[in-house]
């Protein structure tokens, strides 16, 4: 064999050397970035979910600072109990009936309850993340829409049949109607509807809860006499303040972990965006507000302006990535006013919210939704997913109540709201130094 075959040879089994492995080196390249990625997903659910669980303690110390005084304990202890109570039922059946797959009852509708999640195989990647990190991330979604039921009620209501009903919104009223749209159900397979985070999904889920829930219940005792309304401040405005902060950290979480995916340079960069949308649009909330307060009322109502941020970060949940900077001052802005206008209206009705929990959640979710359409969405479709939500939301809740109140009561004796509850559910006062 001459040189230049010899030549030729070793050019080709170089040339074949190099380029097998150039094709490992890609592969182990591609393999690489599926781990890096994977692992990016998941820190994202996990850490999301640790600051949306931080705002179960905004929602308690919010609470605890506008109930009386004589009532601070009982709504500490509803707070820790209902949180305690989600993660259980989610467990148990709650996430299975968000994402049903292939356990349809009646396709796109109803999930036929999966009991018991269970989380796969450990030694190896689950998919595009952890499926633990999703479920913990999905479990303090569905305690969110509870808190939101507790301060409504506040200050009148037993604590067993509470949590019941707690039971009942976390295992099955919730899950079903997420499962229409996050678990690709009707709303999302056939009208295209469009909820990010959960101005309705979660939201306004459990403020129509919490209205039914007020309705039945009845007003405070004194609230409502002789057509005059007798305002019954609470008792901590400073401890309100912390809670609102806590609310807007975990908004953050709320928000930006629903992008579900911060492998990439995009997927990050969206996850920003998201941050800045959601911070600015509580910011237009308070300002809102606090101009429009003054205008109506006289004078600032602090519950109000914090509520203005809550009302402003539940309006841009449904679609927090879409706006422009300046779009989400304005849709928090819009929701900051529906604070003012329709905190008046609830004492008009005679619907006692103690916390201001149906304007910041229910109305300015719905709000939110329906500017989805500001920035392509529908909004026919909107309206659908609004209503109909709504609608299963307040008929399963209605009979919830009305089972609870005609079965074991839900509602303390007049002696015993006046006193406070603290003392008679509990034996234990939050301040027995002043309330003594």
Known sequence: MNNSVWKWAARSAGAAILGGLSLTGAAVAQEASAVSAYVDNSYLFLISGMVVMFMAAGFCMLEVGMVR???GATQAVKNVMLYSVAGIMVYICG?????????WAVEGVLAMPKFFWEQGPLDEMQGDYSAASDWFFQMVFVATAASIVSGTVAERIKILPFMIFVVILTGFIYPIQASWQWGGGWLAEDIGFS???????VHSTGGWAAIVGALILGPRTGKYVDGKVNPMPGSNIPLAALGTFILWLGWFGFNGGSELVAGDPTAINDVSTIFA????AAAGGVVAAAILCPIFFKKMDPTIVMNGAIGGLVAITAEPLAPALWESIIIGAVGGAIIVFTVPLLDKLKIDDVVGAIPAHLFAGIWGTLI???NGGDLVAQIIGIVSIGAFVIVTSTIVWLVLKYTIGIRTSEEEELEGLDKYELGVEAYPEFTK
Do not use: H, R
């Open 69 to 71: 005084s004589k009532n």
């Open 95 to 103: 996430y299975n009936m968000i994402y049903p797959a292939e356990t």
């Open 195 to 201: 909820d990010f985070a959960g101005s309705t999904l």
């Open 277 to 280: 949308n959601t911070n600015l």
């Open 372 to 374: 989805v359409a500001w």
